[in-house]
Every structure is written in structure tokens, then in C-alpha cells.
């Protein structure tokens, strides 16, 4: 009776050290990652964290597959129908939003975490300046628009080091400009997909030094993938981006199969950080991907 007793409370405490709650979100884009670079390019840091977390490689952007209608999308858990950004430059919603929050946007995952839980640390460090435009400056602790993804990367570093962020979106954008001045497909791209997982590769060392680990989930995402020097249209190359996640609640080395649409990402982050979506998203949390 007694080793029944013992093994059902060993059991207990390890599911319990196995269910480590989500403290901290980091959420890793790269601008113009199309899905389709895996096959042609070495990734060590995105494939590691493929294996150790979830992944697909044919979710899919909103239309059209431009920059800031999709990272609209990716924080506001709806897409341009409803928030309202449509073009790939919008710096306010084309069309009215259906919805507008205590900060005068669309509903965003800052808003929701600020309100929910106020005491957040919260940061958006980010290469391209249209970022800006995305989300709501007083809902964050910090707002960055560095020059270049060395900088951002670095700037991501130490933010993570000594701030410890609740949530932190990082954009990386040298993948999207080599896209445009050389185009997809080339040598070039793929060298700069390979700067861009180095990159990442820092980030996950900095969440480790600051011994964040074990209670930090990490999304890596892209807004669009390309043709030639562009996107913007329906070819797959431009749809499908990469869908990583890792971390505590996450299963591990396994492909999600259930389709994933890049509002998704906003409700999968929502339920791991304990926070309601409001009436208006139309995303749903990606439970495949979900322990």
C-alpha cells in the first residue's frame, strides 16, 4: 500500500515538473521567409528547434502576401478583413477596423496582455519601420526600430538578458530585402536565410543565459515568401511560411498537419499566456501543436 502511495505521488510530481507554465513568449519573424527555403538551405538552429518543438511548413499568409497586412494579422488574430491593414506599407487601416480597442487599434496581443496582466514586460524590437505602425506603443515597455538585423539581434540580447520580456516580438528583415534586390531563389537569398537562422540561434542562447528556459515558449513565423523580386500574389511560394513553436505545454519533433492560417499564431500565444481573445478574432489556437 504504502509503494502504491509512493509511486502515485512520483508520478504526480513529475507531470507536474513536466507541465512548466508559460512565463515568457518570444515571437522570432523573419520578413520574407517563404516556406520553401527549408529545402534548399542549412537551418541547424530552426531545425533544432523543429525537433524540439512543432512545426509546419505549409502555413499560409492572408492576403494579399504583403509585409504589413500580415504582420497585422499575426498580432491581431484576424485578418485585413477585419483589422483593416490591406496594403504592404499601411501605417493605419485602409478601411475601418470592425473593432477598436482602449488604445484607438484593432485588438492586438499587447493590449490583451497589458490589460490582463499589467505588470507585463513587454517589447517590440524590429528592423523594418512599418513594424511601427502595428501595434499599440503605450500597451509596450519597449520600442525599438534598430538599423539592420545585427542590431536587432543584439538589441534582442540584451533585452532578453536583462529584462526577462513576458512577451517580445522580434522582426528580422535582411531575408526580404536580399528577396527584393536579387530575388528568391538565388544563392543570395539562401545566404541570407542562413544569416537570419545565426541570428536566431543568439536569441535562443540569450533565453538560455538568462535562464528562462524551461518557462519560455518561442514562435518563429514569416510574413510572406516570394517569386523573383517580389510577392504580394496567390503562387505558394509566396503563401506558405514556416510555423516553429517550442517550449513548455508544446509537443515535441512533431509536424502539425491541422492547417494553420497566420491569425493563428496570435490565438495559439493568447491561450499559452492564459489571456481571453475578444469576440472579434477569428483565429484559433493551433491544439495540434499543444501537449
Known sequence: MKLTRLLILLSMLAARAQAQPVKHVILIG???????????????????????????????????????????????????????????????????????????????????????????????????????????????????NANGDIAVTKAAVDYIKTSQPTFLFVHLHDVDSVGHNVGHHTPEYYAAIERTDTHIGEILQAITDAGMEKNTVVLFSADHGGVNKGHGSISMNEMQIPWIIKGPRIKTNHEVTA?????????????????????????????????
Open 30 to 144: 523573419s520578413d520574407g521567409f517563404g516556406a520553401y527555403a527549408f529545402n534548399n538551405t542549412k537551418v541547424p538552429n530552426l531545425r533544432k528547434m523543429m525537433e524540439q518543438g512543432s512545426w509546419s511548413l505549409q502555413t499560409r499568409t492572408v492576403l494579399p502576401s504583403s509585409s504589413a497586412a500580415n504582420w497585422a494579422s499575426m498580432v491581431m488574430g484576424a485578418g485585413p478583413e477585419l483589422h483593416g491593414y490591406t496594403t504592404w506599407g499601411s501605417k493605419k487601416p485602409d478601411m475601418p477596423a470592425r473593432v477598436l480597442d482602449e488604445y484607438g487599434m484593432f485588438p492586438t496581443l499587447y493590449a490583451l496582455l497589458r490589460k490582463a496582466k499589467p505588470n507585463s514586460e513587454i517589447g517590440v524590437i524590429y528592423e523594418w519601420d512599418g513594424i511601427g505602425y502595428l501595434f499599440p506603443k503605450a500597451a509596450v515597455n519597449k520600442d525599438l
Open 259 to 291: 492547417s494553420i492560417m497566420t491569425f493563428d499564431t496570435a490565438a495559439t500565444l493568447a491561450k499559452l499566456l492564459g489571456l481571453t481573445p475578444p469576440q472579434v478574432w477569428i483565429g484559433r489556437p493551433v491544439t495540434d501543436a499543444l501537449k
